[in-house]
């Protein structure tokens, strides 16, 4: 498969530049530039390499521990379904998880529900 680091790389710097660092919260899911990444790394995908992520925990104004999420079907154990996202069937990618910049932060989709995130937060614990 063919990927265009050259691509990501000129959107990465754009991304990069920007001033503005986002507002964001424990639970609530996002659009994400996750950019092109190596070997079984999660890419964003489409055009602008974007994915929807839960941001699972904060660390600063600047950074937060994000899942990246996937309407894949397959079931797995380090896939947990989370429910419905924009009218698809979402799972958490336990095993991407991640720290990222605010400034990939493109859009807030939702909040998943508390009880959920727990399940995810406790699933997350278990692999550590």
């Given at each position: 498969?063919?990927?265009?680091?050259?691509?990501?790389?000129?959107?990465?710097?754009?991304?990069?530049?920007k001033?503005?660092?986002?507002?964001?919260?424990?639970?609530?899911?996002?659009?994400?530039?996750?950019?092109?990444?190596?070997?079984?790394?999660?890419?964003?995908?489409?055009?602008?390499?974007?994915?929807?992520?839960?941001?699972?925990?904060?660390?600063?104004?600047?950074?937060?521990?994000?899942?990246?999420?996937?309407?894949?079907?397959?079931n797995?154990p380090?896939?947990p379904?989370i429910?419905?996202?924009?009218?698809?069937?979402?799972?958490?990618?336990?095993?991407?998880?991640?720290?990222?910049?605010?400034?990939?932060?493109?859009?807030?989709?939702?909040?998943l529900?508390?009880?959920t995130?727990?399940?995810?937060?406790?699933?997350?614990k278990?692999?550590?």
């Amino acid at each position: 498969m063919h990927k265009d680091f050259d691509g990501w790389n000129t959107s990465k710097k754009r991304i990069h530049k920007k001033e503005e660092n986002k507002l964001y919260h424990a639970r609530e899911i996002w659009w994400c530039y996750l950019g092109v990444n190596i070997g079984f790394e999660q890419d964003g995908s489409e055009i602008e390499h974007r994915r929807p992520v839960l941001i699972l925990a904060g660390l600063s104004a600047h950074t937060c521990f994000a899942l990246p999420l996937t309407t894949a079907p397959t079931n797995h154990p380090m896939r947990p379904s989370i429910g419905n996202i924009n009218g698809k069937k979402a799972r958490a990618l336990l095993s991407q998880l991640r720290v990222i910049d605010t400034k990939r932060l493109v859009r807030k989709i939702g909040y998943l529900n508390q009880e959920t995130f727990e399940h995810i937060r406790k699933a997350v614990k278990d692999l550590l």
